[in-house]
C-alpha cells in the first residue's frame, strides 16, 4: 500500500461509523459549510451542500470541480500550503447567479496524524453581505465629493479618499503616511492639535474650521465633522472645502455692512441737517439789529438746547460703535435700581405697575454708572410704550454661572460668572421680524417716527462695550423680556467720585487762575471757545492752529507757559507728537490732551501719565481739570 492510499486509508477509516456519527453530530448545527479533502483534492466529507447538491453528489468529487475556472490556481495555492506545509491557508470563491454575485471565504486548516498530513479540514463562510458592505463603503468612500479621512490615534493619515488628494493638489499616495498636521496653516496649528485631543478623548466634533495648504502654496478652508473609533482609536473625519462659502459670507457681510452704514449716515445727516437748521435759524435772529437782548437770551439758549442735542447724539453714535470711553467704577446693580425708582416712577403712568426683585448677595458689576441707567431708563421707556393700556414692569436681578456645555445650547451667550438684569413687561410683544431687527441704528416700530432709533442699538453697544451680552425673548401679545448679562467683579473696590468746588454759585466760570495757557487747535470754532473761557477765568494765554505751529509758540515763550493744552489729531503734526517736541525745550512742561475721539488706536501714542479730556466739555469742567493740572492732583 502507497504512501497516499495508507493516508487516504486513515482518513476514511476516521469518517466512518462512529466518528462519522460524532462528526456530523459536531457540524449539524454550523451556519458554515464544513468539509474535509484528502492528499489527492478530493471531497471526503461535507456537513451540508449548496440548494440542488446532496452529500452523496459531493462526496468522492475533486475539490476543484465545485470551484470556478478562474479560481482554481488560487485555491490549489491554498490547499498545497496546508497538505505539504501543514500551514493553515485561505482563498475566495466568487459565483455568479441570477440574484448577483456570492462570495465565499474558505479557510484551509491542515489534518495531522502522528505527525503526517492526512487531510485537510475546510471551512466556507458565506461573506456575500460582508463583502457587498466592504464594497459599498469602498465605492462610497472613492466617489464622495466630502473629503473623507482616516487618522491613526499618533496622528498620521492611513487612508484618504480621492476628493481629499484632488483638494490638496496631491495623490493618494503623496499623502497617506504623512502627519496631517504638516498640512495644516501654521496659525490654526495649536488649536487643531487641541482639538485632536478632545476627539481622542471621546469628544466628537461638529463644526471646526481650519486652513490646509495645496501642493501650489495656497490655502483652503476646510469645515471638519469627526470621531474617534472606541478600541482601535482611529480617528474618522469628513471635511467639506468652504472656502467659497467664506468668501461669499464676507462680501455678504460688507454689501450689509454698506447698508448699515448708508442707514446710518442719513439718520445722523437727517438728524443733524435739523440740529444745523435750529442753530442757523438762531443765530440770524440774534445777529438782527431789532433783536432785543431779551429775544437774543432766547435765541442763545435755543442754540445751546441745539448743541446739547448734538453732543447727545454724538455720543450716541460713539456707544453704538463701541468707542466712546467708560468711566469704570464698582456697581452693585440693588442700588443702582433703587436709586432709580423715583426717576422711573415719573416716567410711568399710573396704570403702570412696577415691580422690583432684587436678587440676593449680588456680586458688583464694574462699569459706567451713568451708561447703565441708561440702559434700563431705555429699556423702561419702551416698556412704557408697549403698554399704552397698562400692564405691569418687572425689574429683577440675579447672578448667573454660564458654563461651556450652556454655551454648546445657547450659542448667543459666553462661559463665566454674570449679573443679570432682567426687563420685563406685559405688553404688546413683538414678531419675530421686528425682533431680530430691533438693534439696527435708527429702526423703530413707531408709527410717529419719534425719537432717533438710536435707543436700542446705543444699549446693545454699551452692553457689548461692558463685556456682557443682551438676550430678548418677545411674542406677539405676550411681552417682552429683555435680559442684560454683566461679568461678575469678584474684587471690587470702590473709587470715590472727584469734586472740585469753583467757589461760584452762579453757574459762570470762577477767575481761579493767573498762569499762562497755551492753547494748540487747528479747529477755530474750538480754539476760540476755550481760550475765552481761560480768559474769563483769569488766565493768561496763547494759542497755535497746528502741532508745528505750537512748538515754535512755546520756544518763543519758553519760560512764561505753565501749562499746553494740544488736540490729539491735528494737521501737520499731531498733539502726541509736538508733545514730544515740547518736552524736550521743556522737561516739566505740564500738558493737558483734549480730544473728540475715544478709539485707542488715537491715543495709544500718549504716556499713561497724560490726562485727556473728551469733547464737548462744560467750560467749568475744563477749568477744573487745568486748576487740577496746574495744582499737581490728578483726576
Known amino acids: ?368 454708572q451713568t451708561q447703565l441707567e441708561q440702559v434700563v431708563t431705555n429699556l423702561c421707556v419702551n416698556a412704557r410704550d408697549s403698554m399704552e393700556s397698562g400692564g405691569t414692569l418687572t425689574l429683577e436681578t440675579g447672578d448667573v454661572l454660564i458654563s461651556e456645555s450652556d454655551c454648546e445650547i445657547q450659542p448667543w451667550t459666553k462661559a463665566g460668572y454674570f449679573v443679570c438684569l432682567s426687563v420685563s413687561d406685559t405688553g404688546i410683544g413683538m414678531s419675530p421680524d421686528v425682533r431680530d431687527r430691533i438693534f439696527e441704528p435708527f429702526y423703530t416700530t413707531k408709527a410717529d417716527r419719534s425719537g432717533t432709533g438710536l435707543g436700542l442699538s446705543t444699549l446693545y453697544g454699551i452692553v457689548q462695550q461692558h463685556g456682557g451680552m443682551v438676550h430678548v425673548y418677545s411674542e406677539p401679545g405676550l411681552g417682552s423680556s429683555f435680559k442684560i448679562y454683566l461679568p461678575a467683579e469678584e474684587h471690587a473696590t470702590d473709587k470715590p467720585p472727584v469734586v472740585v468746588d469753583s467757589g461760584r454759585t452762579d453757574g459762570l466760570p470762577a477767575a481761579i487762575g493767573r498762569e499762562t495757557v497755551l492753547v494748540v487747535e487747528d479747529e477755530g470754532i474750538v480754539r476760540r471757545p476755550v481760550l475765552e473761557i481761560l480768559k474769563r477765568a483769569g488766565y493768561r494765554t496763547l494759542h497755535a492752529s497746528n502741532g508745528r505751529e505750537g512748538v515754535e509758540r512755546l520756544r518763543e515763550h519758553l519760560d512764561a507757559v505753565d501749562l499746553v493744552i494740544l488736540d490729539v489729531v491735528m494737521p501737520e503734526m499731531g498733539g502726541p507728537e509736538a508733545w514730544e517736541h515740547m518736552v524736550a525745550l521743556r522737561p516739566n512742561l505740564l500738558a493737558l490732551f483734549m480730544s473728540g475721539y475715544a478709539e485707542a488706536r488715537y491715543r495709544q501714542r500718549l504716556p499713561p501719565e497724560i490726562e485727556v479730556i473728551d469733547k464737548p466739555f462744560p467750560a467749568q469742567t475744563l477749568l477744573e481739570r487745568v486748576r487740577m493740572k496746574l495744582d499737581g492732583r490728578s483726576s
Do not use: C
Open 1 to 368: 500500500m502507497s504512501g497516499d492510499e495508507a493516508t487516504t486509508d486513515i482518513l476514511q477509516k476516521w469518517l466512518s461509523g462512529e466518528g462519522l456519527t460524532t462528526l456530523d453530530r459536531f457540524t449539524a448545527s454550523a451556519t458554515d459549510v464544513l468539509g474535509v479533502i484528502d492528499p489527492a483534492y478530493v471531497i471526503r466529507y461535507v456537513n451540508q451542500t449548496a440548494p440542488g447538491l446532496s452529500r452523496d453528489s459531493v462526496v468522492g468529487q475533486s475539490a476543484f470541480s465545485l470551484i470556478p475556472p478562474s479560481e482554481t490556481e488560487a485555491a490549489r495555492e491554498a490547499f498545497d500550503r496546508a497538505l505539504l506545509t501543514g500551514t493553515p491557508a485561505r482563498f475566495e470563491i466568487t459565483y455568479r447567479n441570477e440574484l448577483g454575485l456570492i462570495v465565499f471565504v474558505v479557510r484551509v486548516s491542515p489534518i495531522i496524524h502522528e505527525g503526517r498530513v492526512i487531510g485537510a479540514f475546510t471551512i466556507n463562510t458565506d461573506a456575500t453581505e460582508e463583502r457587498r458592505e466592504t464594497m459599498d463603503r469602498d465605492r462610497f468612500f472613492s466617489l464622495s465629493l466630502d473629503m473623507l479621512v482616516v487618522v491613526t490615534p499618533l496622528g498620521v493619515l492611513r487612508r484618504i479618499n480621492p476628493a481629499f488628494g484632488e483638494a490638496l493638489g496631491y495623490t493618494i499616495t503623496d499623502i497617506v503616511g504623512h502627519a496631517f498636521i504638516e498640512f495644516v496653516h501654521p496659525e490654526d496649528v495649536k488649536r487643531t492639535e487641541e482639538m485632536y485631543q478632545d476627539i481622542l478623548m471621546g469628544r466628537p466634533i461638529e463644526e471646526f474650521e481650519n486652513r490646509y495648504r495645496r501642493k501650489d502654496g495656497t490655502y483652503r478652508y476646510f469645515s471638519w465633522r469627526a470621531t474617534a473609533d472606541p478600541v482601535t482609536g482611529d480617528v474618522y473625519a469628513v471635511a467639506r472645502d468652504v472656502t467659497d462659502h467664506r468668501a461669499t459670507e464676507i462680501q455678504l457681510r460688507h454689501a450689509q455692512k454698506m447698508e448699515a452704514v448708508g442707514q446710518l449716515a442719513g439718520g445722523v445727516a437727517h438728524d443733524f441737517n435739523n440740529l444745523m437748521q435750529a442753530v442757523l435759524a438762531n443765530v440770524e435772529f440774534g445777529l438782527s439789529p431789532e433783536t432785543t437782548r431779551v429775544e437774543m437770551n432766547e435765541h442763545l439758549h435755543e442754540i445751546e438746547s441745539a448743541g446739547k442735542r448734538a453732543a447727545e447724539l454724538t455720543r450716541q453714535l460713539l456707544v453704538f460703535s463701541r468707542h466712546q470711553k467708560l468711566d469704570r467704577v464698582p456697581i452693585d446693580l440693588n442700588a443702582l435700581l433703587g436709586g432709580l425708582m423715583k426717576l422711573l416712577s415719573r416716567l410711568l403712568p399710573e396704570n403702570i405697575e412696577i415691580q422690583l426683585k432684587e436678587g440676593a448677595n449680588l456680586p458688583a458689576v464694574s462699569g459706567d
